[in-house]
């Protein structure tokens, strides 16, 4: 299983915009081979920090989304952390984990 972390930091008053499209960005990845959650978290201390959290399969599943979403245009938490949609301050964080060990109410 493979975690895809992006931390960024929304401009000011643009916080409410990225959470109501979130869902919609959430849904676009449901169909998608080798996905298997997504979470967007907000900052407890600075409200226009945010993190989506993406959880694959593995790498391959990962890496074969992008290469789709880029041909297809850019997926739009990319053009948005690139600026297109003005709502990101640079600099933003791409980083990925893979699950060691996890552990739940299963």
Do not use: C
């Not at 895809?4 to 915009?17: L, N, Q, Y």
């Amino acid at each position: 299983m493979v975690v895809s972390i992006i931390r960024f930091r929304v401009k000011m008053m643009k916080g409410f915009i990225l959470e109501k499209v979130w869902p919609s960005q959430r849904n676009m990845l449901k169909d998608t081979k080798g996905f298997i959650s997504a979470r967007l978290m907000r900052s407890n201390e600075d409200k226009r920090i945010f993190i989506i959290e993406t959880v694959w399969e593995n790498e391959d599943s990962l890496n074969a989304w992008k290469t789709a979403a880029r041909e297809k245009g850019g997926e739009h938490i990319e053009r948005m952390l690139k600026g297109e949609s003005k709502m990101v301050e640079p600099p933003y964080t791409v980083e990925r984990y893979s699950v060691i060990s996890e552990s739940g109410n299963e």
